[in-house]
């Protein structure tokens, strides 16, 4: 039976009795982390890290980054967030993906590309003194909230912190981020960030062929 972690994550924010407690939230883009923000900020006392090597060029990375201040700076936030932006590292992921580069989107080198930036944001809950570490992934239908729930979990034993369970797609999360995203036109991407997926998207959208299918409405969003 799978685990319920949207319930998880309920259970321990009902168990905090409304005492405010710190999140290093790492985020993979503004769109992931609208939803997220405006939930986990009711609860929270929040420091957005975005850090996220895989992403395919320093432009990509920097108009993310932008959208994830801009956004933070405009939303109508319960309570106001802080955001650290990360140097742009690519060399890391290219390291942490080694022989796993033919390997399908949603697999093992994904399940690397996790591990990467769940690592460094339990660093960071540690180095910072956070009560609590959590990323935006699970938002994604594209992403496996088991594994990184699994990750999370792994990572918080290592650095001895504590991971925040959850499952933002849920509840129609997902749904809420793509109004929101719509609310403060934000730039929605595509594919998730880095070269492989930008490739397999390239590849998807040259093999359906526009004469026998009608176009899709909306791009699958990572």
């Given amino acids: 039976m799978k685990q319920n972690f949207q319930l998880e994550m309920e259970k321990l924010i009902d168990s905090l009795g409304g005492e405010r407690k710190t999140l290093l939230l790492h985020s993979c883009c503004a769109p992931c982390s609208s939803y997220v923000l405006e939930t986990l900020c009711r609860h929270f006392d929040i420091t957005v890290d975005y850090y996220n090597p895989n992403i395919d060029t320093a432009e990509e990375y920097e108009m993310r980054a932008k959208e994830q201040c801009r956004f933070a700076c405009e939303a109508a936030l319960a309570f106001p967030v802080k955001v650290h932006v990360e140097p742009y ?4 992921f290219y390291e942490a993906v080694k022989g796993l580069e033919q390997i399908p989107e949603g697999g093992e080198r994904c399940f690397a590309c996790y591990r990467l930036r769940l690592e460094q944001a339990a660093k960071l809950c540690r180095e910072g003194n956070y009560d609590y570490f959590c990323t935006t992934l699970s938002i994604s239908p594209h992403k496996n909230a088991q594994k990184l729930n699994e990750i999370g979990l792994e990572m918080a034993e290592k ?8 499952d933002f797609k849920k509840k129609n999360g997902f749904r809420r981020s793509t109004e929101l995203s719509d609310t403060y036109d934000m730039y929605r991407q ?4 880095c070269v492989f997926s930008r490739q397999e998207r390239l ?3 040259k093999s359906t062929c526009s004469v026998c299918e009608p176009p899709a409405e909306a791009k699958p969003e990572f």
């Fill in 203 to 205: 590849a998807a959208q």
């Fill in 89 to 92: 590292r690519p060399s890391e």
């Fill in 190 to 193: 595509d594919y998730c960030g």
């Fill in 159 to 166: 650095y001895g912190v504590k991971w925040l369970f959850s």
